[in-house]
């Protein structure tokens, strides 16, 4: 029997303002219980809620990112429940006009098993809107009680819904990686998700082709993707296991079991919540003018998929490279920074930063903000191999003892930096290629000279000999020669 | 002393005639005499009100009096102010010592003046007797048998009975104007969004709207340029500049065009009332004023409205005395539903929860589009009539409640004729225009009659200018009541 799921995405992202959404209360995570909630937060008698505009900046900067219409005027609403870590007795949140609209998502899928090949995707995006946090109810710090901490209530979140366009636990992982990219890349988000600061909601469900959508649960709150896509492979995996032993699905929000990789009822039936939503009377309609708009675009960075078609169209590199130049925004500007002292060697620092210090990186375990050599020095390095002075191998050397060096450095936070310049290193190691073309000809002539036999085969036909000369005109300038301007020599030399 | 002017309280204080202690005194000496007959106090704090006063002595003694410096004004029990308890009339908050100060508390703080103490209310400033106060009924100092009016019915009789030189109000529905006509005295709503509410307990966020209450027209403009202002904290107070609401106060009223509402001079209105009302009327026409007949044809919905809004942002604002952080907690629970029950079945008083259950009603799904979304479009109707009604006359005239003030327990079981006794008054606040009321005779029962007038946007600084006038012709406003 074949099946088809079904899945959408409610993400909530914390924005990151240093302040709350309706007061100035501090959003520092970590901070003993309770010190971070001011008169708003504890929602004491008469406090009123201001809306913080740093958080609507950042609202309409996603909007403006994902191609969505910016409702010109949004309403902030009450969603009224009980519940101890939630001072006020509401949330105040966006109802049925929130800020941001329909909008879309490009994803590059990677299947998660087979030799099935990477795919793009468009993920629509429902809508996004601003709301508050609710604070922690602390349980079993102290016997028969609970706490609450109200340090995060009122922390601004982004709620970014998605239309249920993914259909497999990878195209769900790939579109939450695309999600949780781009809120760090134009800044409205730090991403940190075991802080709680990027978490997912994930309705699943299952249907056979052609069939209208099935019954869908709500997996609630997953904060990693490894337990997205294990807790969507279960949860439709039990669907599916459900429905054919003759079982129905019933409407429910569950959470995922880290620990034994299952998913279970938080609420075996979704309870009748009437959340008494209603246009919040303390605040005013938010209203967007077109000059805030714009304000808010020139601050928005390039996006990844313009960086990669730029990349791709104006700088001949492939969409492979392309693709992982813009896997971060400081990826991106590290590479961008380099590009700027070789501005016609792209591939070269494409070549470079995806090969030789991704590996260094990977083998010290950091990521590229963490980089020891900054992208100035690379840049300087690969100025040196384009002017000839460094070839291939030599400037490895350099990068390896920069590396080391400013490794050394940072331990032993030792003085003298000049050392530790690019030219200082080849200086120091004699690195400097010979690109003298007297020099050159002058040790052609003398190989040619020496070796009568092989020049005869060569010039009879047997090409393969050309390698014999290239080796010993190597060996001859200590391996100092410019390969390319030596080939040249060589061959215009042999050539009679 | 007593009858002064706020002006010359002020001019006798900057003369050293009287120093603010002993002014602040001679009212904490009037509130232990008379209070515990007129409950209109349900905290004062001696000491704290004295230091207020010998510290606006100090700025006394210097050059850095302001208007009301060293002068004693009762505090609504709405308003948060630092280190008092503040209760909203409410069991609630029996306990609730305020950790700050709100917008309006700050202002007089900062003008240097003494807060005598926190006057008694409806709970949650809702009622329109005094009588939902968890701190027991207030008695109007004209009748002691009678209501003082609410919900700011403390304020109107600690100011009738002398037991302060000004209050303080809030007005939702008429909570400042009614207990004013019914206690004598007058008092002003502004223009919503002109007062912040900061700090002020909310009982109907889009309606609520804090005023001053005093013997005069005069003393209301001083007050009045102490609480206004814009406030960051509020997102709904307005932008605008500082203005003088005395500049205009003694302008002449030759040309002024008053617009007299058919639905105010109709069915239900006592006769002794429209007698008082019309007599003022007339008093104004012989000042040269004129008189313009005007409808405002869906002023009859206005308490069918009011009382599906305002308890739907009731239900909600009221939501946070739930026993978990602050406030009143039931001894006994065995969970954290129970908790919740028994603290708020407990710690509220039955008119709340009536409005509590009406409010959950009408914003439950299914009722909503009928009631809530309903009575908003209604709602600007009700502004739409009142902005037609200023094209043709500069203010609105007529009685600010349908009867003088009734007898204690006489409407305790009929919330509906309760209700009814603010129908004058909910317009305005559902338009959000300023409205003041000023004594204007007495009823054929001795008990005070108000004249309510109704400006324009911001018109208030003319709304004074109008009762001014009138207080300068008339005496009403200087009676007082026997046995004070």
């Known amino acids: ?496 | 002393m007593l009858n002064s002017s706020l002006q010359q309280l002020g001019s006798a204080l900057r003369a050293k005639k009287i120093s603010s202690v002993e002014l602040t005194q001679l009212y904490l000496d009037r509130i232990a005499s008379l209070n515990p007959a007129l409950n209109a106090y349900i905290t004062t704090n001696a000491s704290t009100s004295l230091a207020q006063a010998r510290a606006a002595d100090a700025l006394l003694a210097g050059s850095k009096a302001q208007p009301l410096t060293g002068i004693p004004i009762a505090q609504k029990d709405i308003f948060c102010a630092k280190g008092w308890r503040t209760t909203c009339g409410s069991k609630m908050l029996e306990n609730f010592i305020a950790p700050y100060d709100a917008h309006v508390i700050a202002q007089f703080n900062n003008a240097g003046a003494v807060n005598l103490g926190k006057t008694n209310m409806d709970e949650f400033a809702m009622g329109s007797s005094n009588e939902t106060s968890y701190f027991g009924a207030v008695k109007n100092p004209w009748d002691r048998n009678a209501v003082p009016g609410g919900s700011s019915g403390g304020a109107a009789c600690a100011v009738a009975a002398r037991l302060c030189a000004a209050a303080t109000g809030t007005d939702t529905g008429g909570s400042i104007r009614q207990p004013a006509a019914l206690c004598g005295i007058s008092g002003i709503k502004p223009t919503y969004g002109t007062v912040s509410r900061y700090g002020m307990i909310a009982f109907a966020s889009s309606l609520d709207q804090a005023g001053p209450m005093a013997r005069s027209a005069e003393d209301l403009a001083l007050l009045l340029n102490v609480m206004t202002g814009f406030d960051a904290r509020d997102s709904t107070s307005l932008p605008r500049d500082k203005e003088d609401y005395a500049r205009d106060l003694n302008k002449p009223l030759a040309g002024l065009r008053i617009g007299l509402p058919k639905e105010f001079f109709a069915e239900g209105l006592a006769q002794d009332v429209a007698g008082c009302v019309n007599a003022a009327i007339a008093e104004y026409i012989k000042l040269g004023a004129s008189i313009v007949d005007i409808s405002l044809p869906n002023s009859k919905l206005a308490v069918p409205v009011y009382y599906v809004l305002a308890p739907a942002e009731a239900s909600s604002n009221l939501s946070r005395y739930d026993g978990v952080r602050y406030g009143y907690r039931a001894p006994e629970y065995s969970d954290l539903t129970e908790m919740y029950e028994k603290s708020r079945a407990q710690g509220f008083g039955a008119e709340v929860k009536r409005r509590i259950m009406i409010g959950t009603y009408v914003l439950s799904h299914g009722y909503y589009d009928a009631y809530y979304l309903q009575a908003q479009k209604i709602r600007r109707l009700i502004a739409q009539d009142f902005d037609y009604a200023f094209k043709q006359c500069d203010v609105i005239m007529g009685p600010t409640s349908p009867s003088t003030a009734f007898n204690l327990g006489e409407k305790g079981d009929d919330p509906v004729q309760m209700y009814l006794s603010d129908i004058y008054t909910i317009a305005v606040n559902l338009a959000g225009l300023p409205g003041m009321s000023i004594p204007a005779g007495f009823g054929s029962n001795g008990r005070p009659v108000g004249l309510q007038i109704i400006g324009d946007y911001f018109a208030e600084a003319k709304m004074l200018n109008v009762a001014h006038k009138y207080q300068l012709a008339t005496d009403w406003h200087t009676r007082q009541p026997n046995g004070i």
């Not at chain 1, 709350?20 to 959003?27: C, L, M, P, Q, R």
């Open chain 1, 1 to 496: 029997m074949q099946w088809e799921t079904v899945i959408g995405l409610e993400v909530h992202t914390q924005l990151s303002t240093n302040t709350k959404i309706f007061s100035g209360a501090s959003t520092t995570y970590g901070a003993e219980p309770n010190t971070q909630a001011d008169a708003v937060s504890i929602a004491l008698p008469g406090v009123l809620p201001v809306l913080n505009k740093g958080a609507v900046e950042r609202a309409i900067k996603f909007g403006l990112a994902v191609g969505a219409h910016i409702a010109p005027r949004s309403v902030f609403a009450r969603k009224n429940y009980f519940y101890p870590d939630l001072p006020k007795g509401y949330q105040i949140s966006q109802f049925d006009l929130p800020v941001v609209g329909k909008g879309a998502l490009t994803i590059q899928v990677e299947p998660l098993s087979g030799n099935a090949k990477s795919y793009e995707k468009v993920v629509r995006i429902t809508r996004a809107h601003l709301e508050e946090d609710a604070g922690k109810s602390v349980h079993g710090e102290s016997q028969g009680v609970t706490g609450v901490d109200l340090n995060r209530a009122g922390t601004p979140l982004l709620e970014i819904v998605s239309e249920p366009d993914m259909s497999s636990a990878a195209e769900a992982v790939a579109y939450a990686k695309a999600l949780h990219s781009l809120v760090r890349w134009i800044g409205i988000c730090d991403g940190n998700m075991q802080e709680g600061s990027f978490r997912c909601d994930v309705n699943v469900s299952v249907r056979r082709p052609g069939e209208p959508l099935g019954t869908r649960r709500e997996i609630k709150n997953l904060n990693s993707f490894k337990f997205m896509q294990q807790a969507i492979d279960y949860e439709v995996q039990w669907q599916i296991d459900t429905i054919e032993n003759g079982g129905k699905i019933h409407q429910a929000t569950i959470l995922f079991d880290a620990d034994k990789g299952t998913t279970h009822a938080m609420r075996n039936k979704e309870e009748a919540h009437d959340y008494r939503y209603f246009p919040d009377p303390d605040l005013l309609p938010l209203d967007i003018t077109p000059a805030m708009l714009e304000q808010v675009r020139d601050t928005l960075p390039e996006l990844p998929q313009a960086k990669q078609s730029r990349y791709v169209n104006d700088l001949g590199l492939s969409a492979y490279d392309a693709s992982i130049l813009t896997a971060s925004r400081e990826m991106a500007n590290f590479f961008e920074t380099v590009l700027a002292a070789v501005p016609n060697d792209a591939k070269m620092c494409a070549n470079w930063l995806i090969g030789e210090v991704s590996a260094q990186l990977n083998r010290n375990g950091l990521d590229i903000t963490q980089c020891q050599i900054t992208p100035q020095q690379l840049g300087d390095m690969l100025k040196r191999i384009a002017d000839g002075t460094l070839s291939n191998s030599g400037a490895k050397e350099v990068f390896r003892t920069l590396w080391t060096s400013l490794e050394a450095h940072a331990t032993a936070s030792s003085s003298a930096t000049a050392d530790l310049s690019v030219d200082a290193i080849i200086e120091a190691k004699g690195l400097k290629q010979v690109s003298d073309s007297g020099a050159i000809e002058k040790i052609v002539d003398e190989i040619i000279s020496a070796n009568p036999a092989q020049v005869a085969e060569y010039r009879s036909g047997k090409e393969k000999v050309f390698g014999f000369f290239v080796g010993l005109a190597m060996k001859a300038s200590k391996g100092k020669a410019n390969p390319a301007q030596l080939n040249e020599v060589l061959k215009k030399k042999l050539a009679g």
